[in-house]
């Protein structure tokens, strides 16, 4: 069966539809976004739900792992995303970009909360050398091969072959502490 990805920006408690839908553009979208979700579920469609971190969002990102948990246990995967700055994403940078090592924290706990619950939970676009290690095994490499890139001091790096990268489509915005890691600090 082919899986169904969903892109869900639920930035916040389950009451916060107004932030929710002023980041996304669309009035309402909140509630068809929860509404379309369970309409796929009662038809037995698997569902990975996505959302990216930035700026408005990752100090909630507790908060929305716990919104996932108790309202879509049906979902088959669970993505944490590093943001591709384009598109909108550019057009706000100001308000949006900010540095994944300062929501690492924040990662960190939305990530053990929807493992330790058996919910299937992955971290994609951040690269390894910015995540602790206790969160590798969540880490998969997710940017397609013609969008990612390294940093030129990533050659010095023992984990590259296993490090998501960078977006290349980012240009210069990336986190400023990107460095080589060796296999004997890990």
Not at 4 to 9: A, D, F, H, P, T
Request: net charge positive; charged share 20%.
């Amino acid at each position: 069966m082919a899986r169904l990805y969903i892109s869900v920006n639920l930035i916040a408690s389950w009451n916060n539809d107004t932030e929710h839908d002023t980041i996304v553009g669309r009035k309402s979208s909140f509630y068809e976004t929860i509404k379309g979700i369970h309409n796929l579920a009662l038809f037995h469609q698997k569902m990975e739900i996505r959302t990216v971190i930035h700026k408005l969002n990752y100090k909630r990102l507790l908060q929305f792992s716990e919104f996932v948990y108790h309202n879509f246990p049906f979902t088959i995967h669970i993505a944490l995303m590093g943001m591709e700055t384009i598109g909108l994403a550019k057009e706000n940078i100001d308000m949006l970009w900010i540095d994944p090592v300062e929501y690492i924290p924040q990662l960190k706990e939305a990530t053990i909360c929807l493992n330790r619950r058996a919910m299937n939970v992955s971290i994609y676009n951040l690269p390894l050398c910015i995540l602790p290690k206790e969160l590798w095994r969540f880490s998969k490499q997710s940017i397609s091969t013609w969008k990612k890139i390294y940093s030129p001091v990533c050659v010095e790096c023992d984990y590259c072959e296993q490090c998501g990268g960078l977006f290349a489509t980012s240009g210069e915005i990336q986190s400023k502490f990107i460095r080589p890691l060796k296999s004997y600090m890990a």
